[in-house]
């Protein structure tokens, strides 16, 4: 199944759109303007909150919390490296791999693709392809894909 997430341009806050592959909304992600660290929100077409994301604060790397419901699934964490950016999920015994600067990247589970993850170039605002392997694996993906998009918005911020 694809999902295809759509950054609303002109907003004060965080903003996308998540649609299926018929392009009828299927999520819409949102986050919050006043806030310490990034909180990101996910609600389903009929307004229910189905995922959160807080990314922890005072960590000397990115450091991001996933809840579905009050359960807290995973943390996504940016490790130190020199060359390239590289990420850890736990909780949920994945890998991430693949090109981030150039946003074609992979999330796997023992070797096998939970989600390919890819950039639309030349698009009015950023545009996401997540192409997740099996569909009781789609919120999970979405959450980490959002996750390591934080980051990486992050870590730009902090090179200019």
């Known amino acids: 199944m694809k999902l295809f ?8 806050k965080d903003r996308f759109s998540v649609m299926d592959e018929e392009g009828r909304d299927r999520y819409f992600v949102e986050g919050e303007f006043f806030s310490f660290g ?6 389903n077409a009929g307004g229910q909150e189905v995922v959160y994301i807080e990314q922890k604060m005072f ?13 807290m699934i995973a943390e996504v964490v940016k490790e130190l490296t020199f060359f390239a950016p590289r990420y850890t999920v736990s909780g949920l015994g994945w ?12 999330v796997l589970e023992d070797g096998d693709p939970i989600v390919s993850i890819s ?9 996401y392809v997540l192409d997740i392997a099996d569909e009781q694996n789609e919120l999970p993906a979405l959450a ?17």
Request: net charge negative.
């Open 95 to 106: 890998d991430v791999e693949g090109e981030f600067f150039a946003h074609e990247y992979e």
């Open 119 to 127: 950039k639309e170039w030349f698009t009015w605002g950023d545009s």
């Open 144 to 160: 980490v894909m959002l996750a390591i998009d934080c980051a990486m918005a992050q870590g730009k911020r902090a090179s200019h």
């Open 38 to 43: 990034k909180k990101l929100h996910v609600y």
């Open 59 to 71: 960590s000397f790397l990115p450091k991001f919390y996933i809840y579905i419901g009050e359960e």
């Open 5 to 12: 997430i759509k950054q609303h341009v002109f907003s004060w």
